[in-house]
């Protein structure tokens, strides 16, 4: 028989499996770490980009409050345009109701005027004056374009006191109405001659009424309706003033 000595082999055998279980638990303390690295990787990743979510986010709103405020002006700025033109809509009803009244006195205010003037192309005068009341009822023409018919006429009486004129027209001399030319220079000086250029007038203001001039003083009045007719130049004339005093 052989003794044998199994001590060291069991040494071994234990040693063996100590180192074993060493290897097993150093590799799961390396899957751990790992695992533990992955997750810690996962979570700096999950923290990166919440970060620039945070960040993109916190940009947007910031952008959104510049918007805001954009339209916070906006809104502001119309409000006060609204109100604006409130105001002046306020306005333009006070100045309507107050340029109604003031258009019909002018028109009666034009009216005495020729009524009270020499007779300086009176019907052309009424035609346009009648014209403008009927105007002043008629809904389609605006209270501007009303006004601005006014005051034309107002500046067509303005120019027969400045300007040398002629017209056809009725008067009626010694009882009779008949057609005659007619000159005017502004309102100082209104005659008359027959067609025929035989018999001649002046506007007597005082009285009213034609007064029938001699035939020199026709001459003149020949000449002067020469220069009316743009058939002779401008020049001295000797002619009856139809003036009252005071004018």
């Not at 916190?58 to 119309?78: F, T």
């Amino acid at each position: 028989m052989v003794t044998v000595c199994i001590f060291p082999f069991l040494v071994t055998m234990a040693f063996a499996d100590d180192l074993s279980q060493a290897n097993t638990l150093e590799k799961k303390n390396i899957s751990e770490s790992v695992k533990s690295q992955q997750r810690i990787n996962t979570s700096s990743d999950r923290s990166f980009t919440l970060k620039a979510d945070i960040e993109s986010l916190e940009a947007e709103v910031a952008s959104l409050k510049i918007y805001r405020d954009h339209l916070d002006s906006l809104v502001l700025s119309q409000q006060q345009e609204l109100s604006s033109l409130d105001d002046q809509l306020t306005q333009i009803d006070i100045t309507k109701r107050s340029v109604v009244p003031l258009m019909y006195r002018m028109l009666d205010s034009l009216e005495s005027s020729i009524t009270n003037d020499k007779p300086i192309r009176p019907e052309a005068r009424k035609a346009r004056l009648n014209d403008l009341k009927s105007m002043m009822s008629q809904a389609n023409v605006s209270d501007a374009e009303k006004y601005r018919r006014i005051l034309e006429a107002y500046q067509i009486e303005l120019d027969y006191g400045i300007k040398l004129g002629s017209f056809k027209g009725d008067i009626r001399a010694d009882g009779i109405t008949r057609e005659a030319e007619q000159l005017y220079i502004g309102r100082a000086v209104l005659v008359a001659r027959s067609l025929d250029q035989q018999k001649f007038w002046s506007w007597n203001t005082q009285q009213k009424q034609w007064d029938e001039l001699s035939s020199a003083m026709g001459s003149e009045i020949n000449k002067a309706f020469a220069i009316a007719y743009k058939q002779a130049s401008p020049n001295i004339l000797t002619l009856p003033v139809s003036l009252k005093e005071g004018e």
